[in-house]
Nanobody
Framework: QLKLVESGGGLVQPGGSLRLSCAAV????????IGWFRQAPGKEREGVQC????????NYADSVKGRFTISRDNAKNTVYLQMNSLKPEDTAVYYC??????????????WGQGTQVTVSS
């Protein structure tokens, strides 16, 4: 069974940075696209960014463009989301998800448990 585990969330002040990690458990991420999503209280889940198996990134949320960067290290079997210049409106539970494809197409089939990011002074 495919399993993803997120880490790196926490409490940060506005303007600060966090790096989220998404690690695969007992399988290789090499041939899968991985996306980051978030869900704020009372809001629908939204896509943030996605990265193909070859490392090509797609941005889904205009609000994070220029501040967030998705990357992957296949040697470490991990995908990252570097979040800079954080704003209170970035507060949400962040999830990584796996596409059963090389590209960011369709609907993810496997989700992590989520990691809380809170941006507050």
């Amino acid at each position: 069974q495919l399993k993803l585990v997120e880490s790196g969330g926490g409490l940060v002040q506005p303007g600060g940075s966090l790096r989220l990690s998404c690690a695969a458990v007992r399988f290789s991420l090499d041939y899968y696209a991985i996306g980051w999503f978030r869900q704020a209280p009372g809001k629908e889940r939204e896509g943030v960014q996605c990265i193909s198996s070859e490392g090509e990134s797609t941005n889904y949320a205009d609000s994070v463009k220029g501040r967030f960067t998705i990357s992957r290290d296949n040697a470490k079997n991990t995908v990252y989301l570097q979040m800079n210049s954080l704003k209170p409106e970035d507060t949400a539970v962040y999830y990584c998800a796996l596409y059963k494809d090389l590209e960011c197409w369709g609907t993810p089939s496997t989700w992590g448990q989520g990691t809380q990011v809170t941006v507050s002074s």
